[in-house]
């Protein structure tokens, strides 16, 4: 059963860094797409970045040129390095993960990202 764990969230000031981490436990099969969503109190959750094997990477415009993804495939890891933070990046972060593009999506219990101004 494929698992995937995040850490590295937590509390930081207007301008801070915090790098997120995932890793996927329970399957040796390298995974297509690897990526991060994030919800906000009383929003939607919505794609922050997505890296694909191909190394073709997605990035929503509110965190391009800020948020950086990488992903360690041997690992079956995927990163979020945050910088420049903003209190509007206040969310729970989720990592995801699927195997091809035909099939669903695993996620993460999610890690709390919290920007004070």
């Known amino acids: 059963q494929v698992q995937l764990v995040e850490s590295g969230g937590g509390l930081v000031q207007a301008g801070g860094s915090l790098r997120l981490s995932c890793a996927a436990s329970?399957?040796?099969?390298?995974?297509?797409?690897m990526g991060w969503y994030r919800q906000a109190p009383g929003k939607q959750r919505e794609l922050v970045a997505s890296?694909?094997?191909?190394?073709?990477?997605t990035y929503a415009d509110s965190v391009k040129d800020r948020f950086t993804i990488s992903r360690d495939n041997p690992k079956n890891e995927v990163y979020l390095q945050m910088n420049s933070l903003k209190p509007e990046d206040t969310a729970v972060y989720y990592c995801n993960a699927r195997k091809t593009v035909y099939t669903s999506y695993y996620w993460g219990q999610g890690t709390q990202v919290t920007v004070s101004s």
């Open positions: 890296k694909r094997s191909d190394g073709r990477t």
């Open positions: 329970g399957s040796t099969f390298r995974f297509n797409d």
